[in-house]
């Protein structure tokens, strides 16, 4: 039974790579630095995380994926703190949190379970691959060149600091895309599963055991309807193939 060729766009991180568990590690460190700092005030690692969270995700509400966003939110957070508890701010602890922060970017970049075996997968069968995805060009152009990447996407490749509604439909306008036969497969239900449903393509949620909140939104119900969830990048290919045969016989 032949499949109809598809169009098929790719997130990255904690998608094909992980990611959101490296911010994890650090923010960890970050919380046992705040709690020497802070101890006395009687401050929990859940203030410090409720606080971080907050600035975090408000900061890239407004200024979108820029890799500084996020040891700048953990100044911030000690800044905020700081302040509360009347204690003037020091700059050596500034330098020390914005090293740290940005010491996320410096971990080895590990693919997600089955990466390869999709993605060889979805090339044989004839799909056009596309990668999409937001933040600093420089550091996400590593991660692609270090996972050779290129070999799957070639030229198809679209980096963004903000990702959203509009940047997505300015890449399916300014390229040839048939929404009919185009998905975005990705993990966060704000930058990668509403743009697809507002932009009417095809969309598969790859839903994380643990998500970063700013990721995290409630989709109207109508909307929900036309999102396949997956919960394993490998379950993919059977999905497209369900649907283009669907569609090609229909």
Known sequence: MSTLKQQIIFDLDDTLVHCNKYFDLILGQYFELMSDWFGSEGITTGDIRTKQVEIDVETVSTSGLASENFPKSLIATYRYFAAKYNRLTDPQKEEQLMKLGLSVYDQEIEAYPGMVETLDTLKQEGH??????????????????????????????????????????????????????????????????????????????????????????????????????????????????????????G
Do not use: C
């Open 128 to 249: 056009e691959l596309y990668l999409y995805t937001g933040g600093d060009d420089m550091i996400q152009k590593r991660k692609i060149e270090q996972m050779k990447l290129g070999l799957y996407f070639d030229d198809r490749i679209f980096i963004r600091q903000h990702k959203n509604v509009e940047s997505l439909e300015d890449i399916l306008q300014s390229h040839r895309f048939d929404r009919t036969r185009t998905w975005m497969i990705g993990n966060s239900l704000r930058t990668d599963v509403l743009p697809a449903v507002t932009a009417r393509i095809n969309s598969i949620y790859l839903k994380q055991q643990n998500e970063w909140l700013y990721n995290l939104i409630e989709l109207q119900r109508e909307m929900q309807q036309s999102v396949t969830t997956i919960s394993s990048i490998t379950e993919v290919p059977p999905v497209i193939r369900r649907r283009a045969q669907r569609t090609n016989h």
